[in-house]
Structure formats: C-alpha cells, structure tokens
C-alpha cells in the first residue's frame, strides 16, 4: 500500500505540476499501510512519512491523491 501511494502522489506531481495534500482511502487501505510500518506507532508519523494528510472513508474504493484546503493541519487524529 505504501508504493501504491507513494505512485499516486508521484503522477499526481507529475500532471499537475504539484504536490497533492490528502489522500483519500477507507479504513481497510489505511490498516494495510499501517502494517507497512510496524515500527511507526502515532497517525502523526504516518503523515510524516508519506508527506500527505489522510482521510478515511468507507466511500473510497481505491485510494486516490487530491489538493484540498483544510481548516486543520490534520484530518484523522489517531
């Protein structure tokens, strides 16, 4: 899931000539990243580590990269 995200973001920056901010994904694509990342415990370092906010929804069949504007810094507080 990571290498996954990680393309999305990449041909995202590469159409649009910028860098996406969230990626959308449900709960289950979300579980399997954080199994990528045994050693990375808090959400903030997830975030960190892929350069991107997150948003969970159960609507999202496949992940996808977007720019969106946020009143927070963060989407999902784990």
Do not use: K, W
């Amino acid at each position: 899931m990571l290498s996954y995200v990680i393309s999305l973001v990449n041909h995202y920056e590469e159409q649009f000539g910028a860098r996406p901010n969230v990626v959308y994904m449900s709960q289950a694509h979300y579980e399997f990243l954080r199994e990528e990342m045994p050693g990375v415990r808090a959400h903030d370092d997830v975030v960190s580590m892929i350069g991107i906010d997150i948003s969970l929804s159960t609507e999202v069949l496949c992940p996808h990269v977007a720019t969106a504007e946020f009143m927070e810094q963060r989407i999902l507080v784990s």
